[in-house]
């Protein structure tokens, strides 16, 4: 819709006052500045990209658990997601099923065990030993497991974060659908402490299971936020300029069309002069 202020019939309106050369020239302006705003914001943020730090850790090579990690101590960023290798012993007692666990996408169960770690002596570990995606079969294997578990010796796998202790539910006490170190103490038979708080998933998994599909950590990246501000800064000031020549042009249009003082007074002397004599 056509704006129009009241006024004289020869009334410009503001779409016109926009096409005059005057406002054209200002838009030309208005445009390169936006230009140039839009490509300073361009650079800022690929110098913050390529200023940006990548964290690379080297969770491929394998480490000892006890040079990463300290049990009854939370866990670091330096050993979540980290290859890791130990010695221990499994409490037959202590192999629980966890379900809603997905593997590559899909839901099954996790079959979890509690080892006695070598170093330091006698440190609890929670170890995920596979996976299946029927329950039945994640129970047979636990069973199988407690009635004959596997010799003392090595444990290798990726040592991950223990899930959130789980909230009461009105279940089983024994039913789990999380990992969760917190909740698995609470479950063992031989409770001892110290309890690395993270877990272990097994890079090989006993026969009737699955290995648990405990992939890689992604590379972070650290962007300096400094340069993302400044991007963010010249984006505002190309908007800006736009808004500055809409502005400097209505502010001409609305002037244009405001009537001048002295037409305002005039009918008002003319009234005045004419005093009583001049009524009808």
Do not use: C
Not at 3 to 15: A, C, H, I, K
């Amino acid at each position: 819709m056509t704006e129009v202020v009241p006024g004289g019939p020869g009334r410009r309106t503001l779409r016109e006052e926009m096409l005059r050369p005057r406002s054209l020239g200002l838009l030309l302006l208005a445009l390169v500045l936006a230009a140039t705003f839009a490509a300073l914001g361009q650079w800022q943020l690929g110098r913050a990209v390529q200023s940006g730090t990548v964290i690379v850790r080297p969770t491929e090579t394998m480490q000892q658990l006890s040079a990463v990690a300290t049990p009854q101590a939370q866990q670091t960023d330096a050993s979540v997601g980290q290859l890791v290798t130990t010695t221990g012993s499994w409490v037959p007692q202590d192999f629980r099923v966890v379900g809603d666990r997905l593997n590559r996408g899909e839901k099954g169960w996790w079959v979890v065990g509690h080892a006695l770690v070598d170093d330091p002596a006698r440190a609890s570990l929670a170890v995920g030993l596979g996976w299946t995606r029927d329950e039945a079969a994640a129970r047979q294997a636990a069973a199988r497991l407690a009635a004959d578990p596997p010799a003392a010796g090595v444990l290798s796998g990726r040592y991950i974060d223990s899930d959130p202790a789980e909230p009461s539910t009105p279940g089983s006490p024994t039913a789990l659908s999380a990992v969760s170190t917190a909740r698995l103490v609470n479950l063992w038979s031989q409770p001892s402490v110290p309890v690395y708080e993270g877990v272990l998933t097994l890079r090989s998994a006993p026969a009737g299971l699955t290995t648990i599909y405990s992939p890689r950590p992604e590379e972070q990246v650290e962007l300096n936020l400094l340069n993302v501000f400044y991007a963010v800064e010249w984006a505002l000031f190309a908007v800006a300029a736009f808004y500055v020549w809409y502005r400097l042009v209505r502010d001409r249009w609305e002037l244009d069309g405001a009537p001048a003082e002295d037409d305002d007074r005039e009918p008002a002397r003319a009234e005045a002069g004419r005093g009583p004599a001049g009524r009808a």
